[in-house]
């Protein structure tokens, strides 16, 4: 297990508490959850295979270097979840854990895989009853399907609450890129899980929403389109952010 | 009340300082004459809470295992044999750490290299390596092959400044690294042998000695490792992971004339892997690669290694238009053959698995691959001879390896020869899950199933239609006051009455069972007995009756009337079975071989019959259901089209059928 780099504070006694990057660790009663325990001199675990595979002869002088001082550097342990395989994909990766619960894993990947396979033959379907030239336009990926609909959920500018004069205004802010693709991930699960029928299965819900979105329809991307008018209508409270 | 020397008392056999020697369930503890070196090895053997049972003298009660007949002879060379062997795997599949060597290795290893020294050691030389390896293997009193690891101590310490999440022995290492990796822990290994060891024949003449296998069952996994027992000559084999650029020059010219990429462990290992007295494997195949190929692959792959033919480009023909099952032969095997979507309707309205009916109408048309145990059935069938007492053929074999497609391969063909087909997809259905059971009119101590009987009714209608007139009962059957079956009328008057009424549907299913039983002999029609999951009709149920007591399965007409038809008194025709284990009830996962899914009653029923064993894929029926998917464009993903990917997805799924069928739908 990696030693945690708590720096000692010198100089205080009794009472001390290790600060690290302005946050308070070991706080009495608290137990840190979120947030790396790894300090800054863990390196990142070298997934890739080829990397690895290269064969001594092939390697650079710096590359030799890096390799030689890399034994001597402490390395984060991979997360069980990181493989080297060909068909890993980070965001479905992501949204599969953004689906599981109770960390029932097993179930969740199964529910993706299964979506997975729920678009690819509704996709199949489509594409044998259409003529030839519709066949061009039908796709039957189903990652590309999965990442271009996450992607047309995707919302712009988001609002948040800002405390200005004893009251929370909502201020349109411009969202970073992951928070965006978690906004968007979200929106997909919670409306497959809140609006539908209950007897559906998960696959077939999610499969119905991504084709939808996909297409730049269904309810995910209005809600997209809902965030960014209300966005649009409190355009004056912007100067309230001062980021 | 005696007090040992520390103040408590001591239990009966129990030694200062070291472990109870306490038997594995049902076996007793090893012989006391026994030299030090096997009570030591035997002593770690047992300590180990999966302990292989290979020295086990009572038979184990273990619905598993039977014992070996000559049990004192193998006792301590197995036991000495396995103490040495690599330790055993983690629960996981896939081992993502470095790699552990046996403690007895490490030891010597670190006393033998004085560079073995954390954070960092600087690796050893070749020389120093071989020299140690050389030096453990003298100082380790076994015969037999200590294992590789040894050599490469130097990598295998818990170094901090190593990656952990890659896996030592990678490429890029050099010749230092001999790192292999258990995969399958050494029980896992036995066991698999054990089983195959009590259902095939036992091989008295060649054992003794170090322990000799018959080849291992199909799925047997990859084992890396130095197999301290590995016999030179033995008709067993273990699949090791093989290094493609140590190769031999020799090996290297063979593997060019086969396919590439795929085969590369398979033929190596073949050839080189098997010296006397040397440690462990040769040759290692790229890191993380299996290949787990069946007793039927390895024979044919032996084969190829021996004839070195040319073989097709990989990406061979993968369909053919031999639509007759009839005229199917070797050249057929592995491509896939199309049954018109109309004949699906009338041959299989029941039978075929779901994914398969999934794939049909996602393709729109259903392909069918000519496998070997196929090939083999519809040999049998043709040559049946309807005078002799109806053959029982048993298709066995792994989870997912083609069972129930390959009886209906035979079904297809046995229809297309205008056989009357009586198919019962699955007898699993019969025995759990049932509601509505009735009690049965006939006899007051059996219950009848109604919706399973309509159900099969219907289809059987469906598939045999033309027989319905020709066939007419020989008996008058009086149904209740007002309705009856006169004698001589056509077989169709008992179907519908089994539909219409739905309370006589058992009977029905029992009448029509024995007519046509008692037909079959005539010469009119010839027979087809086809179920799937026969182990069901010999296992237990879950059906309870009111009063909660549970029901046998031989209380229940359906399967009382269905074991009445799979004897062999009637002749005319033949019996083809599928056992079953994924929708059994009361077996374990692991189970596939016909003692363990029937049961010594089942079993005892069925004998003799001809077993035939379903086995994965073969490389070439690998590429070729690989290439089918890419006609098809079913996979999608646009690394699934990659020599790599293809690699990946023989690795994932082991080249099981069933398996492979789920990783490509959402690929």
Redesign the interface.
Known sequence: MAAPSVKAVRGWSGLALAVRGGIPLRIAGLSQVRGSHYGPEYQD???D?HY?????SELTEQEKHEREL??????K??PAT?TS???EDPLVSKFTNMMMKGGNKVLARLLM??T??AL??KQ??KY?AASAEEQAMIE????TIFHQALKNCEPVIGLVPILKGGHFYQVPVPLAERRRRFLAMKWMITECREKKHRRTLMPDKLSDELLQAFHNQGPVVKRKHDMHKMAEANRALAHYRWW | MQEGKRGRRRLRGETEGRRVLRPKRGSSPPPQSEPKMAAAAAERAHARPRALQCGSPAAPTTHRLRAPASQDALAPECLLAWSSAPPRALSGRLR?GPSRVPRAARAQAASSTSSFLP??PPPLPPTAATAAAAAAAAAAASSSSPPTPRACASHNAP????????PVG?????QNVRAERAVYGSDWITRRWAKTYLYLPLQASSRGGVAHFPPPPPGFGERVGGRPCAPPSAGGWRLRRLRVKQLPAVAVERLSLLQAGLLCSLRIRRSAAYSVGRPGPRHTL???RFLHMGTQASQSIAAQLHNPAPVDCPRAVSRTSESDPAKHGEQHEGQHYSIPLQDLKTIFPHGLPPRFL?QV????EASLMVRKPALELLHYLKNTNFAHPAVRYILYGEKGTGKTLSLCHGVHFCAKQNWLILHIPDAHRWVKNCHNLMQSTYNKQRLDQPLEASTWLKNFKTSNERFLSQIKVQEKYVWNKRESTEKGSPLGEVVEQGLTRVRNATDAVGIILKELRKQSSSGTFHLLVAVDGVNALWGRTTLNREDKSLIAPEELTLIYNLRKLVKNDWHGGAIVLTLSQTGSLFKPRSAYLPQELLGKEGFDALDPFIPILVSNYNPKEFESCIQYYLEN??L?????H?E??IK?LLFLSSANPGQLERLC???
Not at chain 1, 70 to 75: A, G, I, L
């Open positions: 675990p070298q997934i295979k690895h595979r290269k064969p001594i890399r034994k001597t550097q402490f390395v342990a991979a990181k395989s060909v068909f895989t299964q997975l396979e690819k033959r199949f379907e044998h039957r990926n189903p990652y | 993502r954070p960092s170094l901090p400044g190593r990656d952990c999440s890659i990678c490429g890029g290492e050099g790229d890191h993380g999934m109408k996602t393709f729109s464009s079913w999608q993903h646009e690394k699934a990659t790599e990917g990946e739908a959402y690929l």
